[in-house]
């Protein structure tokens, strides 16, 4: 089994496309200010500071964005998985939906 703490930080107005965590489950914790949650068909949830949220291994997180046009926001990630991540790295804990895959893959370019 494999730990992995990561701090996400989202600048005003921010957001991180749908996605899946492949088998990995996810704990998070609202460090500042508040992001806005919709997981699988449940209502969007908003999440502020001091607030968790937990993924389940296979949960499609449909929403995760900034609450803010104007103020930044920040998360800490715990990020458990098995042998999958081992074998596969990193690129395994975040599995885009197939119409963002491009996008996402052209705005990396651009900050490279």
């Not at 704990?27 to 068909?41: D, F, Q, T």
Request: proline letters at 5%.
């Amino acid at each position: 089994m494999t730990v992995v703490g990561l701090i996400i930080e989202y600048p005003p107005k921010g957001a991180t496309p749908p996605h899946r965590h492949g088998g990995a489950a996810v704990s998070a914790y609202v460090l500042k200010g508040a992001v806005l949650n919709r997981m699988n068909e449940d209502p969007i949830e908003l999440i502020e500071q001091g607030d968790s949220w937990h993924e389940a291994p296979g949960c499609h997180h449909r929403i995760s964005a900034n609450a803010s046009q104007t103020e930044a926001a920040s998360f800490f990630v715990t990020v458990i998985e098995t042998d999958k991540l081992e074998r596969e790295g990193v690129s395994v804990l975040l599995q885009y939906d197939e119409e963002y895959k491009e996008i996402v893959a052209r705005k990396m370019q651009e900050l490279k």
